[in-house]
């Protein structure tokens, strides 16, 4: 009885544990979705679902002061409405945060609130999606991303500020400097908004070739953002016009100097357009096989530790990248396909203070191979409680 009674009490813990969000349904609706904001009559009537945003822990920044402030991250809820019409689709996206951080232009120590939405460009197969943090090589990735910057002035429109004055030099610009600053009351403008398309960190692009119309905002109020995004169902990059997509949201906290991997993030989520074909909700929302006690077990008998920081408590590990909130930000089947074929995807990126003997990956032939073992060699049983005991590795909500 005994027994039966810690049993009883293990699977609940892990029931409770292994809970996940669920999809998103998105409302049709016949109103244009050219212009959009969070006070747009286009939300009337959409329905709100709860998405949780675990901090990424993958890679250790080289930052004392950021690792501090981000030591005890928990995860993030966000609520989020999606609607679609024929020929777009927009989100509002809701999230709780303290303060406003808007980015300076000058100040390299100011750091910025922002949001990002990201799309696969195929889906067709839900256990092949790009690598949750800015696609994979040959898995390609959308990215719609906003930051809230401090009013700027780009003289010659590239996004590049470089080239602007440092207003505090008054000595050497005293004239330039009225004449750049009355420009900047005239032209400036906060709005920080751009489209990626990316495989990897390193292959992020920007796009500009004008198919891409997506348009976004951001509005703070009541110690929360709301950031909406609107993006055409189809253009060159992706093609949303299906039953159901997948999609992911990523927040930054200025305040805890976030910027690029320093984020919270889901994992990706289903957006269902329409009823009738379940393939993607149940790869991304359904029940999890396997035995999370007993993988438990299985991982640290097969040296998983020996690589990875899986749990908090455990010390941290430059061999791989850290596992603690992997089962926030994972799909089962990317957490399977790491194990049988870890060089699918390959996590772009490495510790800059790991040992170089110790790379993440190495490149032959000028594809990327990942360093870590093969585990196909192992029974599915035994994959299967890995992964669910994968799946438990997030932190708890805030
Ligand atoms: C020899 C070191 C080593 C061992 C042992 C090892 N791994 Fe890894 N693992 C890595 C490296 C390096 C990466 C990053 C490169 C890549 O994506 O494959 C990685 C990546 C991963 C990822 C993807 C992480 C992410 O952020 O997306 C998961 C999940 C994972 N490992 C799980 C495991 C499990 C479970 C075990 C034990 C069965 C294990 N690893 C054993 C080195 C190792």
Redesign the pocket.
């Known amino acids: 009885m005994k027994k039966l009674t810690s049993t009883l009490v293990a699977l609940a813990t892990l029931a409770t544990a292994v809970a996940a969000d669920s999809a998103i349904n998105a409302l049709k609706i016949t109103k244009s979705l050219d212009k959009v904001d969070a006070a747009s009559s286009v939300w009337k009537g959409a329905k709100f679902s709860t998405v949780t945003l675990y901090p990424q822990t ?1 890679i250790e920044f080289n930052d004392k002061k950021a690792n501090e402030l981000n030591a005890d991250n928990k995860a993030v809820q966000a609520k989020v409405a999606a609607v679609y019409n024929d020929k777009k689709i927009a989100f509002l996206i809701q999230w709780p945060d303290g303060t406003k951080n808007v980015q300076q232009g000058n100040k390299t120590d100011s750091y910025a609130d922002g949001f990002a939405v990201q799309f696969a460009s195929n889906y067709a197969n839900p256990a092949e999606l790009p ?2 943090g800015m696609g994979s090589e040959g898995r390609q990735a959308v990215i719609h991303l906003q930051k809230q910057v401090a009013k700027f002035y780009e003289p010659n429109g590239n996004g590049d500020v470089a080239t602007q004055v440092n207003p505090n030099q008054t000595d050497l610009f005293e004239k330039d400097l009225k004449k750049f600053n009355a420009k900047v009351d005239t032209l400036a403008s906060s709005d920080y908004e751009k489209s990626y398309v990316g495989e990897g960190f390193r292959s992020m692009t920007e796009i500009k070739d004008g198919s891409d119309n997506a348009t976004s905002s951001m509005a703070y109020g009541k110690k929360a953002w709301s950031g909406t995004l609107s993006s055409s169902l189809k253009d060159e990059y992706v093609d949303l016009n299906a039953a159901a997509i997948p999609v992911a949201f990523a927040v930054w906290d200025g305040e805890k100097m976030g910027r690029n991997g320093l984020k919270y993030l889901t994992s990706w989520t289903a957006v269902v357009l329409k009823k009738g074909d379940d393939t993607l909700v149940n790869a991304l929302h359904g029940k999890i096989e396997g035995d999370a006690v007993k993988g438990k077990d299985s ?1 640290v008998a ?3 530790t ?3 920081q899986m749990e908090k408590t455990d010390a941290a590990n430059l ?3 850290s ?1 603690t909130n ?1 089962g926030g930000y ?1 799909t089962v089947d ?2 399977r396909e ?2 049988v074929n ?2 699918a ?3 772009p990126g490495y510790n800059r203070n790991a040992h170089s003997n110790y790379a ?2 190495n490149v032959t032939e000028g594809k990327r191979v ?4 093969d ?1 196909s060699w192992m029974e599915k049983a035994d994959i299967d409680n ?1 992964v669910a005991y ?1 799946k438990t590795l997030k932190a708890e909500v805030k």
Do not use: D, F, R
Request: charged fraction near 0%; hydrophobic fraction near 40%; include cysteine.
């Open positions: 993958t690598y949750i991982a097969n040296g998983c020996g690589c990875h061999m791989g990248p596992l992997i994972s990317y957490l790491s194990l870890p060089s995807v390959v996590v993440w990956y990942s360093t870590m073992p585990h890995i994968l």
